[in-house]
Nanobody
Framework: QVQLVESGGGLVQAGGSLRLSCAASGSISRIDVLGWYRQTQGKQRESVATIMGAIRITYADSVKGRFTLSRNNAENTIYLQMNNLKPDDTAVYYC?????????WGQGTQVTVSS
């Protein structure tokens, strides 16, 4: 089992920044992929940024150059630094961990970007 706890969401004006955190606990040694996803009402959940292994990071085209995923292994935490936020970035952001034995999601954190 893996437990994920997100934090760092909030309300920000367009052009502003936020940093999301996702703390993992449990069977973290078995995690193959960690990532951030987001979902708005009426739409499917979409991938924002994922990290496989130590350094293989993939970003959605819509966030490239603005968002940065980083990982702190000592704290079992991943971060999503979001800069130059746009109203279209408004969503609930979820942390996800995929291992060989399960697929785990956090509870989500709301990010709202006002124009």
């Amino acid at each position: 089992q893996v437990q994920l706890v997100e934090s760092g969401g909030g309300l920000v004006q367009a052009g502003g920044s936020l940093r999301l955190s996702c703390a993992a606990s449990g069977s973290i040694s078995r995690i193959d992929v960690l990532g951030w996803y987001r979902q708005t009402q009426g739409k499917q959940r979409e991938s924002v940024a994922t990290i496989m292994g130590a350094i293989r990071i993939t970003y959605a085209d819509s966030v490239k150059g603005r968002f940065t995923l980083s990982r702190n292994n000592a704290e079992n935490t991943i971060y999503l630094q979001m800069n130059n936020l746009k109203p279209d970035d408004t969503a609930v952001y979820y942390c996800r961990a995929v291992s060989r034995v399960g697929d785990y999601w956090g509870q989500g954190t709301q990010v709202t970007v006002s124009s």
